[in-house]
C-alpha cells in the first residue's frame, strides 16, 4: 500500500477507542473528514482505500488518514481493535508508514491497543500516552528507509558513551543498505553527516550534563565518549563558544 506520513511529534486527541463488531451487513462505507483510523485485524475480509482494493487478514493493520474514501466488505462477524484520533502536524519531520502492512509485532501492537482501550473509561490520560507509543511502533514495521535512520540514530544514542567509528557501526548494524547509501539517506534525512550528527549528539548531551548537574568534567567527558580532556575541551567550544567549566551551573 502506499505510504502516508503520520504527524507523531505531538500527543493525538483520541475520539474513539473501542472494539468494533461489525457484519451484520456485508457492506459498509466510512469516510471521516478530520480523523485518522487505525484498525488491527484477526479476521479476514477486504476494503477499498479510495478506490485501491486491500485484502485484509489476521495479523494487518492499516492506518488511514482524513479523508480517505473507506468500503469493507465483509464475511460475516467481524471483530477488530481500533482508535480514531487527530493528529495535529508539526514543524518537525513527521515519520513515514505505509497505509496497510502485516507486521511481526501484531501481538504487541493489539496488546496495547486494547490496553488503551481498557485504561480509556478511568485513566484516559495513560490510555492516550499507551495509544500514542503504538502508533510510534507502527514506524517501525514498514518497508521504510526511514527505519535504517532511525534506527541508526537511536543506536548512537544509546551508545554515545562508546568509540563511534562510523564505517564500523555502519558494518556492526547490518542495515540493510550500501554504506554511501546510508550516507546519503542520513544527510537527506538530518541535514548532517553521521560524524557530524554524533558531534552534536555529544555536544548537546555533555552541554545538559555540564550546566544541570555536578557530575566531574571528566565523568561528563567520559559520558559521551570523548574521555581526552583537550578533545573535550575543543567539542565544547566549538559548539557552545566556551570552556566546559564555563558552562557550570548556568
Not at 193 to 207: L, N
Request: with cysteine.
Amino acid at each position: 500500500m502506499f505510504p502516508v506520513r503520520l504527524p507523531l511529534h505531538r500527543c493525538p486527541e483520541v475520539v474513539n477507542l473501542g472494539v468494533g463488531v461489525h457484519g451484520g451487513v456485508p457492506v459498509e462505507r466510512y469516510r471521516s473528514r478530520d480523523l485518522w483510523h487505525l484498525h488491527l485485524y484477526q479476521y479476514r475480509a477486504w476494503l477499498t482505500l479510495d478506490g485501491e482494493r486491500v485484502r485484509i487478514e489476521p495479523g494487518v493493520v492499516t492506518i488511514v488518514p482524513p479523508g480517505t474514501a473507506m468500503v469493507f466488505e465483509y464475511a460475516g462477524r467481524s471483530e477488530h481493535a481500533y482508535a480514531h484520533v487527530r493528529l495535529s502536524r508539526s514543524r518537525s519531520i513527521d515519520p513515514v508508514v505505509p497505509v496497510a502492512s502485516k507486521p511481526a509485532a501484531f501481538a504487541q501492537l493489539d496488546v496495547g491497543v486494547r490496553a488503551a482501550i481498557g485504561w480509556w473509561p478511568n485513566t484516559p490520560a495513560r490510555s492516550v500516552v499507551r495509544l500514542w507509543d503504538v502508533l510510534w511502533q507502527l514506524t517501525d514495521v514498514g518497508p521504510v528507509q526511514g527505519d535504517a535512520v532511525d534506527r541508526l540514530r537511536s543506536t548512537i544514542e544509546q551508545r554515545l558513551s562508546d568509540p563511534l567509528p562510523v564505517a564500523r557501526l555502519l558494518a556492526q548494524l547490518d542495515l540493510g543498505y550500501s554504506h554511501n547509501h546510508l550516507l546519503r539517506l542520513f544527510k537527506e534525512r538530518t541535514g548532517k553527516t553521521i560524524a557530524g550528527y554524533i558531534r552534536q549528539r555529544r555536544s548537546e548531551v555533555a552541554t545538559g550534563l555540564l550546566r544541570s548537574t555536578s557530575l566531574p568534567i571528566k565523568a561528563v567527558a567520559a559520558a559521551v565518549g570523548v574521555p581526552d580532556p583537550h578533545a573535550f575541551n575543543k567539542l565544547i567550544r566549538q559548539t557552545t563558544g566556551q570552556p566546559p567549566s564555563a558552562l557550570r551551573g548556568e
